[in-house]
């Protein structure tokens, strides 16, 4: 055995010193592309799961969301909640919500929103709604009779606008009618247009909180929710447990938890895509491995059968062809693992816009790349040795002479 | 050393059998150098390659030293080609990707030795067949009479009890043809080294012993040469 492995060693390293170089380069050229279709579609779907979930955390759930247990539709004693979660050692802020369904309706167009009621000062600390004003202004604390609208409802958005219903002409200083849930009607001035080329965003609406209490009749203290943003990110998960040691007994989510079935709806397609393009891609690279190692095999089958004729046993040949493939293999996942980076690194500084405004930077996932390097070097030494092997079990005089 | 006896190989079957060897019975003793003649299709190589070991006969008995090799299972015969027995191919055979040296010290080292050792050895064998200073080239570096003196180093430098050579020189010049005769001649005059050699040029036989002529698979002929 070890003598097998000894000749096959110098097998495989005189074919690599003073083999063809062409055929080297060639074979390691397409074995890094093979790596590349492993990795780079996987990397761009991270990148694009990162972007949505960035959205999640800037807009409806901050690093925490606490929503009402049970059926309540409602969180009775937020500003109680607000005070516990701000003596919390990490959270950095912290504002309540509330969400409510309505229809808004200008010149006979008439679309169903969500209208948000928030504390305007608060939200700079917690959302990114107040940087996302296109048009207008974001609201103040005496903002009773101005609204916010999505740029999709409001007509202006230029990456959703066919896809949803609008209310065509509404601008910055156009008056709207909103309708609530409960039949309530208010009219209210558009103060600003808010666009964040994210359908969550741009379809709603957003009042001051004191409207939402008034329409509704609500008692102080009543939210849908409270919207907390965290000192570390990464640290959600133990803030999680630690608002509810402080004695929150509300629903706490994170916005990773909260995200997940989101994502889970949203990006099922995605995943699917992903979850196919990594099995084609393993199918096609595990097919192009044996197809070029057997090509190369064959051309070599001479060289086999005289290394048999003079005494060589097969199981030093098989190893040199293990050992030459992944040598072959390495350097292709070398080669493969440079051109990713310098795309990762390209696509970085230039990231892939969609929608006109969403930059998609694709993910380096370490797991994703460890996952297909051993992929690869498990399918090399198979490649490598099967044909080996079944070459190396022909007669001689076939292999030599050919019959 | 190797005894034949009614040695068979038949290729196809049926109406279409070609009997390459049509019951073949010699027997050579350790350090003759014999050639093997006879016109082409007579079944010389169909001989060697049984003889060393690359092919299996259809009938017949064959013996190295007193040991039946011809049923033995794969591994044996191996074994057998790598420790007992030299082959010089046609067409030298030799891996192109390997240097003179590695090509010959190869088989040391599935022998199990050193690398050092191995390397030793190969310079000794390139040595008696006069290329020890071109050890570090490769087969394309070499002319054809090289290439084959290589060969010749790879067969020899296990100390094989027999070697077979297959039309050595059919590839080469008067010039090279002589000097891998020569290299023949010698190892079979200062080495005891015997040597079974498969030709069709009448001028070879000034170098042999013996010579075994075949027709249409069978032995017509077998003569001792008269020393010139
Ligand atoms: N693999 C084979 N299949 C069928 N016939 C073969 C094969 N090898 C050799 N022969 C036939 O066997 C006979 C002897 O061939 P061979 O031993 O090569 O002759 P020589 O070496 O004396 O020229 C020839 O008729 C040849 O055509
Ligand atoms: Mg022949």
């Known amino acids: ?403 | 050393m190797i005894r034949v006896k009614d040695l068979k190989r038949y290729y196809g079957s049926g109406a279409t059998t070609v009997r390459a060897l049509n019951g073949v019975s010699f027997e050579i003793r350790k350090g003759e150098f014999v050639a093997i003649m006879g016109a082409s299709g007579s079944g010389k190589t169909t001989l060697l390659r049984i003889l060393a070991l690359l092919d299996d006969a259809t009938g017949g008995e064959y013996t190295i030293r007193g040991l039946k090799v011809s049923r033995l299972p794969e591994a044996e015969r191996s074994y057998y080609r790598l420790t007992q027995v030299g082959y010089v191919f046609q067409d030298y055979a030799l891996i192109n990707e390997m240097t003179a040296a590695e090509n010959v010290y190869i088989l040391s080292m599935m022998e199990g030795k050193s690398k050092k050792e191995s390397y030793r050895t190969a310079l000794e064998a390139l040595d008696k067949v006069g290329l020890k200073d071109k050890h570090d080239r490769v087969p394309d570096e070499l002319s054809g009479g090289e290439k084959q003196r290589v060969a010749i180093a790879r067969a020899i430098a296990k100390k094989p009890d027999i070697m077979f050579a297959d039309e050595p020189c059919a590839n080469l010049d008067t010039i090279n043809s002589e000097q891998v005769l020569e290299v023949f001649k010698d190892l079979n005059d200062n080495y005891g080294q015997t040597i079974v050699m498969v030709t069709h040029e009448p001028w070879h036989v000034k170098y042999v012993d013996r010579v075994i002529t075949f027709k249409d698979g069978v032995v017509v002929g077998d003569e001792w040469v008269e020393e010139q």
């Open chain 1, 1 to 403: 055995m070890i003598d097998d492995i000894r000749v096959g060693a110098l097998i495989a390293a005189s074919s690599i010193k003073r083999g063809n170089k062409k055929t080297l380069i060639f074979i390691v050229f397409v074995l890094s592309l093979i790596f590349m279709n492993l990795v780079f579609l996987p990397s761009m779907i991270g990148g694009m799961t990162v972007l949505f979930t960035g959205f999640m955390q800037d807009y409806p759930y901050g690093d925490i969301v606490i929503e009402p247990t049970g059926d309540n539709t409602y969180i009775n004693n937020a500003d109680n909640v607000l005070q516990k979660v701000r003596a919390v050692e990490g959270v950095r802020a912290a504002t309540k919500r509330l969400d409510v369904g309505a229809s808004v309706e200008h010149k006979q167009k008439v679309v169903g929103v969500t209208v948000t009621g928030v504390l305007p000062t608060e939200e700079y600390e917690i959302s990114r709604y107040p940087y996302i004003i296109k048009e207008g202004d974001f609201l103040g604390e005496l903002s009773r009779d101005e609204i916010i609208i999505g740029s999709i409802i409001s007509g202006t958005s230029t990456s959703f606008g066919e896809i949803y219903d609008d209310l065509g002409e509404a601008r910055v200083g156009s008056l709207v009618d909103v309708t609530y849930s409960n039949g309530v009607k208010r009219t209210y001035k558009v103060k600003g247009i808010m666009e964040a080329t994210f359908e969550l965003v741009d379809l709603n609406a957003m009042v001051h909180y004191k409207e939402i209490e008034e329409v509704y009749g609500l008692d102080v203290g009543e939210a849908t929710s409270v919207v907390v943003r965290i000192d570390e990110a990464g640290t959600e998960e133990q803030m999680k447990v630690k608002i509810r040691e402080a004695g929150v007994n509300e629903q706490v989510f994170t916005w990773a938890d909260k995200s997940e079935a989101l994502i889970r709806q949203a990006m099922q397609s995605l995943g699917a895509i992903d979850v196919m393009s990594k099995f084609v891609g393993l199918i096609v690279g595990a097919a192009l491995i044996l197809i070029i190692i057997y090509i190369n095999i064959l051309n070599r089958k001479k060289e086999i059968g005289i290394l048999k004729a003079i005494g060589i046993t097969p199981g030093s040949i098989v190893l040199s062809y293990a050992f030459l493939s992944m040598f072959y293999v390495s350097l292709g996942i070398f080669a493969g693992m440079v051109l990713y980076l310098s795309l990762m690194i390209y696509f970085q500084a230039n990231p892939v816009i969609f929608y006109e405004t969403m930059k998609i930077r694709p993910q380096i996932d370490p797991m994703l790349l460890i996952q297909s390097i051993v992929t690869m070097l498990t399918l090399s030494v198979i490649a490598g040795t099967l044909p080996a092997w079944s070459v190396s079990k022909e007669s001689i005089l076939k292999a030599i002479w050919g019959r």
